[in-house]
């Protein structure tokens, strides 16, 4: 007699019930979808103990006449798709006809809905996968299905839920991130009689966001379409000192979903911006045609696959670099930060970068500021196209964009050394002068690091430093990520290297303290780090010891300078290490504290 035996129905139909309902949040989600699907205009949901003793998910949505009510808890029985075209190109939710037998077998259900213009509905009860007889009720349009005893038959799986506090939590992080997604409907959460959540229908993204978070001037606005696909959404500024890990909420195509493609184009564009290690705040919107995503991947729905997989992953990561590069200077509710910026520009790095000695470097920047229209434009004349601020106009904030050009800051002076003083028509920015010209020589560094390496200069005398080994090891293990950045450092007998070669932005009294500094950030690099993380961390620790210092006096031509460098880099908001670098007071806020508005 042979080993293998069919599975009775009932185990075969529990065993498929736990790859599609893990926990009481599963079943409301299948079912919140469902009503979606139908067209549900408002949604509202009723748990009680977290969900384990009872679910109700009520809808105003088309409704199921009673033929389709008998074949709805039949496996694989399903109104969305007809044929194997259909597959290929799923516009809704749900399509598997998975979702109402797997929780119907592990619980007690009782579902009543009625289609608008018949005069009853119709209600059916099902107690672990044995249904009863339909029979006719009255109710208004729509469907309302009630869960009861959830796992109630496998208790292998219920003793695996966690405490009714954590369950609920989930069930209501979850239909917070359903009512994202559908701004149109109305969502009401109540959990043992006490409402949860209440949103009622909006118009719009931005007022659903305002809803379920308030005012939040930490996140700026995303927008960008491109080859059919469109995002958008909202993500956590550059210089958010909240958190460094946020809630990820992504959807395609309105379905919520967790995709490697784009976890990973979004840490790509903060880590364009700054070496700070961070899994930021977002909330994204992928829109694309139904036939270039596969959502038929996983049992749950919750991954999906892209036709064009490099092609999302280039939008995106472009998408968030242009919203990031937007400081933002008003709570999301109130102000757009739409970004319009163009494709990544290549710059060459000017005449700072190229002198011997700090003092050499300011001259031939005053020298060449002198010679430029711009100072006089700034001191009270007008150039033609330039951004210069008019107190008889309106002007949008201080923007690192090319097709929204920003208008210039005027320095007024330095408070303590450390912080310049600037002014503009949106108000008064104090602007710490380290990690500005910090930013602006990152930026630099890089752009010229795409065309090759920076420039060196040579040293009459070679500067030796004593390291301990592990640091010697570093350095050589990275030697030419070095020599890109015009470091050459080689072995000099016993705990020693010598330094023969910097970049022509240093001065050589940084270089030991940098060569240090290098041996400790190279060696905090893990194993699955390439090239790339290195040369960011370089670049970031040569443009921190090559920028000016915090008591560091600035003429007002060195002041101008470093605000117009700032002005024209992608991230004008944080330096490389995340630090911010302007603190604004906006017109309105002066206005107001002195009542006037």
């Not at 003083?421 to 500005?436: K, R, S």
């Not at 330094?499 to 400790?520: H, K």
Request: a neutral charge; proline letters at 5%.
């Amino acid at each position: 007699m042979g080993n293998i035996k069919k599975l009775p129905a009932e185990l075969a139909n529990q065993i498929a019930a736990g790859e599609v309902v893990e926990r009481p949040a599963s079943a409301v989600k299948e079912l919140v979808e469902n009503a979606l699907d139908a067209g549900a205009k408002r949604v509202a949901i009723f748990i009680e103990f977290g969900g384990k003793r009872s679910i109700r998910v009520e809808d105003d949505g088309a409704g199921m006449s009673g033929d389709d009510v008998a074949l709805a808890f039949d496996r694989h029985a399903t109104s969305k798709l007809r044929n194997f075209g259909d597959l290929a190109s799923i516009a809704t939710l749900g399509f598997r006809g998975e979702a109402l037998p797997s929780i119907a077998s592990v619980s007690r259900v009782t579902l009543r809905t009625r289609v608008q213009g018949m005069p009853h509905g119709t209600e059916i009860c099902i107690d672990g996968g044995v249904a009863q007889p339909t029979r006719q009720v009255g109710m208004p349009q729509g469907t309302a299905i009630a869960v009861e005893d959830l796992f109630y038959n496998v208790p292998a799986r219920r003793k695996f839920l966690k405490s009714d506090g954590a369950e609920t939590s989930q069930i209501s992080r979850l239909v917070n991130q359903m009512a994202l997604g559908y701004p149109e409907v109305g969502f009401a959460l109540t959990s043992r009689g006490k409402q949860v959540l209440q949103c009622p229908p909006v118009s719009n993204l931005r007022e659903r966001f305002f809803q379920l978070n308030g005012d939040r001037p930490d996140l700026v606005e995303v927008r960008k379409e491109a080859a059919g696909v469109r995002v958008s959404g909202y993500v956590a500024a550059l210089v958010d000192q909240g958190p460094s890990r946020g809630p990820q909420n992504i959807f395609v195509n309105r379905r919520l979903v967790k995709d490697r493609t784009i976890t990973h184009a979004v840490h790509e564009a903060y880590r364009q911006a700054t070496i700070k290690p961070r899994t930021p705040e977002v909330h994204l919107f992928i829109d694309l045609p139904a036939e270039r995503v596969d959502v038929n991947v996983h049992p749950m729905k919750a991954e999906v696959r892209f036709l064009e997989q490099s092609l999302i992953h280039e939008l995106l990561r472009r998408a968030l670099a242009d919203a990031l590069g937007q400081p933002t200077s008003a709570p999301i509710p109130l102000k757009s930060t739409t970004s319009q910026q163009a494709d990544f520009r290549a710059r060459s790095i000017p005449g700072v970068m190229t002198g011997v000695s700090a003092e050499s470097r300011w001259s031939d920047v005053t020298d060449a500021f002198k010679r430029s229209s711009r100072i006089n434009a700034m001191a009270g004349g007008r150039e033609t196209g330039s951004a210069v601020p008019n107190s008889n106009s309106e002007s949008e904030p201080l923007r690192a964009t090319n097709d929204q050009e920003s208008q210039s800051l005027i320095p007024l002076g330095q408070f303590r050394d450390t912080f310049i003083i600037a002014i503009d028509n949106e108000g008064v920015a104090i602007i710490d002068q380290h990690v500005a010209h910090e930013r602006v020589l990152y930026e630099q560094v890089m752009n010229q690091l795409t065309g090759g390496q920076l420039e060196g200069q040579r040293l009459l005398e070679p500067i030796v430093v004593e390291l301990q080994a592990g640091q010697r090891e570093t350095l050589a293990a990275h030697a030419v990520e070095l020599k890109r950045l015009a470091f050459e450092i080689e072995p000099f007998g016993g705990e020693s290297v010598q330094v023969t070669t910097v970049p022509m932005l240093l001065e050589r009294r940084e270089a030991e303290q940098i060569v240090r500094a290098f041996a400790t950030e190279l060696g905090c690099l893990d194993r699955g780090d390439g090239v790339d993380d290195a040369l960011r961390r370089l670049a970031a620790t040569t443009a921190c010891h090559a920028a000016v210092k915090a008591n560091d006096r600035l003429t007002q031509e060195k002041m101008l300078h470093i605000l117009e460098e700032l002005r024209r880099t992608d991230y004008s908001t944080v330096c490389p290490h995340g630090r911010p670098v302007i603190l604004r007071l906006s017109r309105q806020q002066i206005e107001r504290s002195f009542e006037r508005i």
